[in-house]
């Protein structure tokens, strides 16, 4: 009898011993065959498992309580709903996300494509190196995926059997309170807020009730707009680049919400990017990033109007003006929810290394202060953001903003 037809947590020799097991459609080598955990991130447990003979997968395994916080746990059919998205995207964006070669509902495991030739897309970052066709990619990603699982393209009843399989309570609660709720008001008491900034962030987050006011309207957005099929925590840590290759994986937070969900969370994090390269002085990738985030904003709109001419089946979806009315509000969700990610990740509980590393004290706290008020900038000003220089006018705003508070 098998020791995986019962679910327990894998370690290293445990996932050798399953690989050999599940995946048969590979010839390994036994004698050689080698497993190491390489993931870090805060939910799973991530293995690649290889052999001399040029065999390898990776291996992701749902622990049932999170790796950043013992005291909350977490249902392990994330990997199922991960797994789902997985083959589902690879028919509508392939070669953006990686193969799926199984998944197992009994131990909460899949296995897929190796790209241990890829870097994390963060790390790469940190390293201020530069990925020209990154916007290219990421925004045929986005309407590729996005656009398509919408009322306007499919058979209404297939949307809402989809809405019905991906409901994702559990890691959707997680996006409310860390993303949504705590990070203006730590209720919880699990803020990480960086000394030097405490009273700029007890005065700009904390007691900013107008501020409040609209983060409210975006956290019932997110709760409520089933508009498309969604990533659910689409980042520069959820993305693997080589210079002629991009592909996003992880997408067990995936659910039915606001597409601006997603295209604002690679805004905020390239301009977590941008910061560190300003704290390092790297002028030519700080450039480079200022190119790409208009880049990505006008490529997402260029592509998502040709898609929506080209697939949309929903006759009231067709009339004259409803097109730009919709796109509309997918960009001003953009916008807000770029904000509420900017917040989170500078005083929330699951921050970003690309801050967290800016060695200088003062360095760091400016970086905060720019994330700060950009973030508040895009939140408290959302329906302005129509275009992709509205970013880097609202970034200069941030920059001039924070100097004065130096």
Known sequence: ??????????????????????????????????????????LNYVFRVWDNTGNSVIVKHAGETLRISKEMTISVDRNRIESEILQ??????????????????????????????????????????VFPRFAEDITTYMVDTLLPTTDIVMEHKEKKALVKSFINPELCEITEDLVLNEPYNDMQGRNLVFPPNADFVKRELYEDKALHQEVAKLRFDFMNNAQALLHGDLHTGSVFVKPDSTRVFDPEFAFYGPIGYDVGNVIANLIFALNNGRAAGNDAFCDWVLETIPQVVDLFKKKFLAAYDEHVTDPMAKTPGFKEHYLNGILADTAGFTGTELHRRIVGMAQVKDITTIEDSEQRAMAEKICILCGKDCILNREAFQKGSDYVDALKRAEEAAQKEA
């Not at 050999?20 to 080698?34: C, F, N, P, Y």
């Not at 990686?98 to 994390?120: F, G, I, N, R, W």
């Open 1 to 42: 009898m098998s020791r995986f037809n019962e679910y327990f947590l894998m370690k290293v020799n445990d996932v050798i011993e399953y690989v050999l097991e599940k995946v048969t459609a590979l010839d390994w080598d036994r004698g050689s065959i080698q497993a190491k955990e390489i993931g870090d991130g805060n």
């Open 88 to 129: 589902l995207q690879n028919k509508l964006a392939p070669g953006l996300v990686p193969k799926l070669y199984m998944y197992d509902t009994v131990m909460s495991a899949s296995v897929m494509e190796d790209l241990s030739d890829h870097e994390l897309m963060r790390y790469a970052l940190m390293k201020h190196q």
